[in-house]
């Protein structure tokens, strides 16, 4: 059984790290009610799987893989989910016809990843946290050449999606 201060230290990391889960959850879902279950999805899973992190590590790269293979595996049982709006957790209000073109290129960016594959999916989200090449291939489990290569083929795909919407 965990004692007390375990539980206080686990509770403190995961607020600490809380954007990671919301990003996840919002890439993944978009229905608010899914998004709460993946989240507590997430964090149990964490909780259960705690015993396997190795201090060594960042927190942040055990947390992201945790988190990235719920979310595909809860991805996988409801297939009937959405793209979601915001891979932030936040929405902004835009004033002027620049940041509404701004918002809906986002909006179009995370329409064409959401429309990814899993793993391309998961590949994106981290690459748009700018993590380094080797943190997304020890997330992912994959090599870093590995990594190099689907980045550069998701890049390509999504500017044909662009493109494709401007013909």
Not at 96 to 108: P, R, V
Not at 122 to 136: C, D, N, T, V
Request: aromatic content about 10%; hydrophobic content about 40%.
């Amino acid at each position: 059984m965990r004692t007390q201060q375990v539980r206080d230290n686990f509770l403190k990391l995961i607020l600490d790290n809380k954007g990671i889960i919301i990003k996840i959850c919002n890439s993944y879902c978009a229905n608010k009610n899914y998004r709460e279950d993946l989240a507590q999805e997430i964090i149990f899973n964490l909780w259960k799987s705690g015993d396997h992190y190795d201090p060594n590590q960042r927190f942040s790269t055990w947390m992201y893989r945790v988190a990235l293979n719920v979310a595909i595996s809860f991805y996988r049982k409801e297939k009937t989910l959405v793209p979601s709006v915001s891979l932030t957790g936040e929405h902004h209000e835009v004033e002027d016809e620049t940041a509404d073109e701004a918002a809906e290129n986002i909006t179009l960016l995370q329409k064409f990843i959401f429309e990814l594959n899993e793993l391309d999916r998961a590949l994106m989200i981290l690459f748009l946290e700018e993590k380094s090449y080797a943190e997304m291939a020890d997330i992912v489990g994959i090599s870093e050449t590995n990594v190099g290569t689907k980045i550069s083929r998701i890049k390509k795909k999504i500017k044909q999606n662009f493109a494709d919407l401007n013909k």
